[in-house]
């Protein structure tokens, strides 16, 4: 059962366009949400991240929206440069375990075009 | 501040044999938990330990071990492997505390063959 999902492996945008990646998730027992970012041969890195209290995070040019009531998160990154093109992954936790309890989604692997 | 290191970074073994893997954490962090990444699954979290505790475990059949020294490093162990043990295994560290992001290593990539 997969509790987090990422329906689009992967996803092409031009650069300096708007790169938007979606994150379904269906425990409504997850309230804290992060997007890793994971480039080939080494462990994925902390992007940003949202707590169920908030229904928007920005840093820089990455902005993650929180929809509840819909259970959808989404990553976007404006603008999308060539150093962006990497697997990005979708992590939800329930506030029992904290942070260490991550459950991941399955990834979108981002390409930006020059 | 040095990163979290996974030795070794490539491992072949055959069906039936056992494996351990290690892991350091970053200096001060007390909680490191690990991750098997397999093409199609995503991450799936294996178990985690705290000050020498396993704190959390998930959905992963006995054969898969781990533990944590005082120093906070850990090893994971798998037994009588599998063909389907073939994964990327990741370790992260944090500092335990509630929402603190993890800080992972590059892995250790096991083939069974």
């Known amino acids: 059962d997969q509790q987090v999902k990422q329906n689009s492996p992967s996803l092409s945008v031009q650069e300096g366009r708007i790169s938007i990646l979606n994150c379904d998730y269906t425990?409504?027992?997850?309230?804290?949400f992060l997007w890793y970012k994971k480039y080939p041969a080494e462990g994925p890195t902390f992007l940003i991240s949202?707590?169920?209290?908030?229904d928007k995070n920005e840093d820089g040019r990455f902005t993650v929206f929180l929809n509840k009531s819909a259970k959808h998160l989404s990553l976007h990154i404006v603008p999308s440069q060539p150093g962006d093109s990497a697997v990005y992954f979708c992590?939800?936790?329930?506030?029992?375990?904290?942070?260490?309890?991550?459950?991941f989604g399955t990834g979108t692997r981002l390409t930006i075009i020059p | 501040k040095a990163g979290v290191t996974q030795t070794p970074r490539y491992l072949i073994k055959t069906r039936g044999q056992q494996v351990t893997l290690s892991c350091s954490p970053i200096?001060?962090?007390?909680?490191v938990s690990w991750y098997q990444q397999t093409p199609g699954q995503g991450l799936q979290f294996l178990f985690e330990?705290?000050?020498?505790?396993?704190?959390n475990k998930g959905n992963f059949p006995g054969r898969f071990s781990g533990r944590q020294f005082s120093n906070s490093r850990s090893e994971m162990n798998v037994s009588t492997l599998e063909l389907g043990d073939s994964a990327l295994y990741l370790c992260?560290?944090?500092?335990?505390?509630?929402?603190?992001?993890?800080?992972f290593g590059s892995g250790t990539q096991l083939s069974v063959l």
């Open positions: 330990y705290f000050s020498e505790t396993q704190r």
């Open positions: 992590a939800a936790s329930a506030g029992q375990f904290g942070n260490e309890k991550l459950t």
């Open positions: 992260a560290s944090s500092s335990g505390s509630t929402n603190e992001k993890l800080f």
């Open positions: 425990n409504s027992m997850f309230d804290y």
């Open positions: 200096s001060g962090h007390r909680s």
């Open positions: 949202i707590s169920s209290i908030k």
